[in-house]
C-alpha cells in the first residue's frame, strides 16, 4: 500500500471520527486502546510462549556475559 493511501485512509478515518460527538469519540478512544492493550498482551504471550518452547527443546543457554561475549567472537 502506498504512503499516498495510507495519509488519505488515515485522514479519512480522522474525519469520521471527527463527526463523531464528543461521548462517541471517547468511546471509540476507550475500545482502541483496550484492543492496542489486547494486542501487546497477545504479542508478549507469544513471545513468552516461543521462549518456554525453546527452553523446553534446549536452545537456551546460561552463563556470564564473558561466556556470552566469547560465544560472540566464535
Request: proline content about 0%.
Amino acid at each position: 500500500m502506498s504512503k499516498v493511501t495510507k495519509t488519505s485512509q488515515f485522514q479519512q478515518a480522522i474525519e469520521a471520527v471527527e463527526v463523531l460527538s464528543l461521548e462517541d469519540q471517547a468511546m471509540l478512544l476507550e475500545i482502541i486502546q483496550n484492543r492496542l492493550r489486547q494486542q501487546r498482551r497477545n504479542a508478549l504471550l507469544k513471545e513468552v510462549t516461543e521462549v518456554h518452547q525453546d527452553y523446553a527443546n534446549g536452545n537456551v543457554k546460561f552463563g556470564s556475559v564473558t561466556d556470552f561475549m566469547a560465544e560472540l567472537d566464535d
